[in-house]
Each structure stands twice: as structure tokens, then as C-alpha cells.
């Protein structure tokens, strides 16, 4: 079954950085869309980052370009998603999702599965 287990999570202050892993299993890799999400309390979750597994598409919200990185290791089977220049509003709960092709971040595109989430808290 698939598995996704993310880690990096903590607590930063504003402008500093931090990198973000999801360790997945149970499927093979290569040829899946992979994404970061994020929900801060009483917000609706926001698609963050997307990349396609088998190739170089990369896909990032307005709100994180420049500043997050998303990559992955297939050799290791992992996602990571470096963030730098962290702001107070980047303060959320970051879940990695997977699934099949097509890749992108907007509501069309469906991630059905998820990682149960690590805390990332930005301080000013």
C-alpha cells in the first residue's frame, strides 16, 4: 500500500529556512505526480508544489515561487521541498500527496494519496 511520510518540520524565525521530506513506499515511484500541500488553522488547504516523477515538471503556487524548491531523490524514492526566506504566513501544516499523471496544482488535478503531515511554524 502506499505509504508517504513526511519530516523537517519546526520552528523558524521569519527569513530562515528549512527542508521538508516525504519518504514514500508501497508503489513505484517514477510516473506519479507528486505534491506539497499546506493548512493553517481555519484556512482551506493550499496546493504549494507539484513535480512529475518521471521527468522535470515542476509546478509552484504564486505565493511560493522563488522561495520553495521542490525536488526528488529517486534513487531514495523521496520528495523534499526547501523553503527559504520563510515568512509568518508560511505557518501551516505541510502534507506531501501522490498519484497518477496528470501533474499540476489546481483543483482539476486529484491527489489521492497523503501523508499525515508535518508542522512548520514561521515566527516573526
Known amino acids: 500500500q502506499v505509504q508517504l511520510v513526511e519530516s523537517g518540520g519546526g520552528s523558524v524565525q521569519a527569513g530562515g529556512s528549512l527542508r521538508l521530506s516525504c519518504a514514500t513506499s508501497?508503489?513505484?515511484?517514477?510516473?506519479?505526480?507528486m505534491g506539497w500541500f499546506r493548512q493553517a488553522p481555519g484556512k482551506e488547504r493550499e496546493a504549494v508544489a507539484a513535480i512529475y516523477t518521471g521527468g522535470s515538471s515542476t509546478y509552484y503556487a504564486d505565493s511560493v515561487k522563488g522561495r520553495f524548491t521542490i525536488s526528488q531523490d529517486n534513487a531514495k524514492n523521496t520528495l523534499y521541498l526547501q523553503m527559504n526566506s520563510l515568512k509568518p504566513e508560511d505557518t501551516a501544516m505541510y502534507y506531501c500527496a501522490a498519484d497518477l499523471p496528470p501533474c499540476g496544482l489546481g483543483q482539476r488535478y486529484e491527489y489521492n494519496y497523503w501523508g499525515q503531515g508535518t508542522q512548520v511554524t514561521v515566527s516573526s
Open positions: 508501497g508503489y513505484t515511484y517514477t510516473n506519479y505526480c
